[in-house]
């Protein structure tokens, strides 16, 4: 059986024959139409908002001033591509190159953090993004619907020339502690254009994974019946035990890990690592319904990148053995 074969399984709701890891069971491609920015010197995203990156991973470059002051000028630094006149199928060929044809594949349509909700906070500053959906109501809905409406019109696309086995959707709404938005806020607004993503992916006949890092499990609910099949990066400061109890196998949890844990700080011995990955597997892979995953925070460290293959490797070892201990 391969890794892609093993991932079907558990994103069927099944027991699948060890515990996917999911840097080993998955390739994950940003299309080149929305990631050559980053590619660039600059590393401006699609958004043309600048990045960096350093010991905690990609981020938004704060040390340089927000691309946009006034959201109801959003259309002077947006500009979207002709789709058609895009060159798919020379650009996918050469990132499908890469790609083990044994491992399953995903598309993640990163379009500056996220789908609507981030590229606006990363555009403007997080607080004046806040401010402006409550100052500048209508002119958020209108990048919001205009993004959605580019968003619905390439995942055609990529399915046509990717061939992906999910395409991920999402946001960040949430902090380590609460979300950015209420409730109310969320379902009034930002559901519907989350709604018509995972439909656009339906209709391809593709799996959605949603994206939605920190403490957003009010909002899981909500995906669940939306159509999502699996959430990553699912982490601990959530309470996985009562959405695995809630869920089962409705929802694979894609991640577990609790990056705050003192397994994941700098100088964690390796025992403390290799233990903590043993006790998410323990807790959250009875009867399938988990792919584990650090949720991809590797940063430019050399001791960052050694936790990362301490968990990634005792994943492969305990993972693979553990439904066979089951039995």
């Known amino acids: 059986m391969t890794e892609r074969e093993n991932y079907l399984m558990t994103m069927a709701g099944k027991q699948p024959e060890w ?34 990156i350093n010991d905690a991973g990609p981020m938004v470059d704060n040390h340089q001033p927000p691309v946009m002051e006034d ?86 696309y990529f399915v046509k020339y990717y061939h992906p086995d999910a395409i ?22 930002l559901k519907p254009f989350y709604q018509r993503e995972i439909d656009a992916v339906h209709q391809c006949k593709v799996l959605a994974e949603l994206h939605m890092c920190g403490k957003c499990e009010p909002f899981v609910e909500d995906f669940v019946e939306m159509g999502v099949t699996s959430w990553q990066p699912a982490q601990g400061i959530n309470d996985l035990a009562g959405l695995k109890k809630k869920y089962g196998n409705r929802l694979v949890m894609n991640g577990t890990w609790t990056t705050s844990s003192p397994a994941w700080r700098p100088g964690a011995p390796e025992e403390l690592v290799r233990g903590e990955v043993r006790k998410c597997i323990d807790q959250f892979a009875v009867g399938g319904g988990m792919m584990f995953w650090t949720g991809g925070q590797v940063g430019t460290s050399e001791n960052q990148i050694q ?20 039995q």
């Open 168 to 189: 991920i959707v999402g946001d960040d709404l949430c902090t380590a502690s609460s979300a950015f938005v209420s409730m109310d806020y969320y379902k009034r607004v």
């Open 307 to 326: 936790l990362s293959r301490w968990a990634d490797d005792e994943v492969r070892k305990y993972g693979r053995e553990f439904y066979r201990k089951e």
């Open 19 to 52: 515990v996917p890891n999911f840097e080993d069971a998955c390739d994950m491609i940003i299309p080149a139409l929305l990631g050559a920015h980053l590619m660039t010197e600059e590393k401006r995203d699609f958004f043309s908002v600048p990045w960096t």
């Open 71 to 156: 959201v109801t000028e959003w259309k002077k630094y947006v500009h979207f591509p002709d789709l058609d006149q895009f060159d798919w199928e020379n650009t996918s060929r050469a990132q499908l190159e890469a790609h083990d044809p044994d491992k399953a594949l995903m598309v993640m349509p990163n379009m500056g953090g996220g789908t609507i909700f981030m590229p606006l906070l990363n555009m403007m500053g997080f607080e004046n993004a806040l401010c402006a959906l409550l100052e500048e109501p209508e002119a958020c809905m209108d990048f919001f619907n205009c993004v959605t409406e580019f968003y619905e019109a390439c995942i055609p």
